[in-house]
C-alpha cells in the first residue's frame, strides 16, 4: 500500500505541475482550476488514498462501480461526479451519492433527475453536456446535446425542483469539424458558457480536458479538468 501511496503522489505532483504551467501560460491564477480525478475501474483504496493526498473531487462514469465505492469511500470529505452516460433507472443510484450529473444532455433525464432529488430531499448540480460532434441540436456519438440544445435544456434544469444549474462539459470530438482540435473544440465550449451565463450568471462551471488535452482546457478557459490515466496509471486489461 505504501508503495501505491508514493505512485499516486507522484503522478499527482505531475498533474499539478502541468495544471500550474498551464495556468501560467495562460495568464491565470491556479485557484480557478479545480482536478476532478476519474477514478473508474480503480479500487476503493485508490480513492482513500487520493483523499490522504488531498484530492476533494472524484468522478466515475459507470453507476455499478460508482455506487459500491461511494458506499465504501462514504465517510470521505469527497464530492462524487458522475460523468457517463446516463439511464434513467440508474438515476435513483446516481443521485444516493453524486454531488454533480456532468453529463445531462435530454429533458427525460432532467424529469428523472429532478423527481428522484425532490425524493431524497438533496440539491444535484447538473452541467449540459455538449457534444460538438453533432449537429446543432443533435446527439453526439458520446452523448451530449449539439450546441443549438444547450440553452432549452439549460433552461429545463434551471427551472426543475432539486436541481442546480451549474454548467457546461464536454469531451473532445474524435469525429466532426472538432476532430483532432481540441483548443478549438473548447473555445467554442467556452463561448456556449458565454451565452448560458447571460441568463443564469451562476453556471459558471466549465468541465473539459482529460489527461492528454487538459493544456489545451486551461488556455481555452476551462474550470474543471477531469484526469484519470495521469493519476492513476493505465489499468491491465482483465483475462
Not at 462539459?169 to 451565463?197: I, K, N, Q, W
Request: net charge neutral; charged share 25%; hydrophobic share 40%.
Amino acid at each position: 500500500m505504501r508503495d501505491r501511496k508514493d505512485e499516486l503522489a507522484e503522478n499527482l505532483a505531475k498533474v499539478e505541475r502541468r495544471i500550474a504551467a498551464a495556468c501560467t501560460a495562460a495568464g491565470r491564477k491556479r485557484e480557478e482550476v479545480t482536478l476532478i480525478v476519474v477514478t473508474k475501474t480503480y479500487p476503493a483504496s485508490d480513492v482513500r488514498i487520493l483523499s490522504e493526498l488531498g484530492v476533494r473531487h472524484v468522478a466515475e462514469n459507470r453507476d455499478q462501480d460508482a455506487a459500491p465505492k461511494a458506499a465504501a469511500c462514504s465517510d470521505l470529505p469527497l464530492t462524487w461526479h458522475f460523468v457517463g452516460q446516463l439511464q434513467t433507472n440508474k438515476v435513483r443510484s446516481v443521485v444516493g451519492y453524486a454531488g454533480l450529473v456532468q453529463s445531462v444532455d435530454r429533458a427525460r433525464l432532467v424529469t428523472a433527475l429532478s423527481r428522484e432529488a425532490v425524493r431524497q430531499e438533496r440539491e444535484i448540480g447538473c452541467l449540459v453536456q455538449v457534444a460538438l460532434d453533432a449537429e446543432e441540436s443533435g446527439r453526439g456519438e458520446r452523448g451530449g446535446v449539439g450546441p443549438g440544445g444547450v440553452e432549452e435544456l439549460g433552461e429545463l434544469i434551471a427551472g426543475a425542483p432539486g436541481l442546480r444549474l451549474d454548467g457546461l462539459m464536454t469531451v473532445a470530438p474524435l469525429t466532426g469539424p472538432y476532430a483532432g482540435r481540441e483548443l478549438a473544440a473548447f473555445e467554442r465550449l467556452m463561448d456556449l458558457s458565454t451565452d448560458l451565463r447571460r441568463a443564469h450568471p451562476a453556471a459558471n462551471m466549465v468541465s473539459a480536458g482529460m489527461s492528454a488535452d487538459l493544456e489545451q482546457a486551461v488556455a481555452a478557459g476551462a474550470t474543471h479538468v477531469r484526469v484519470g490515466t495521469a493519476v492513476l496509471g493505465v489499468r491491465p486489461r482483465l483475462g
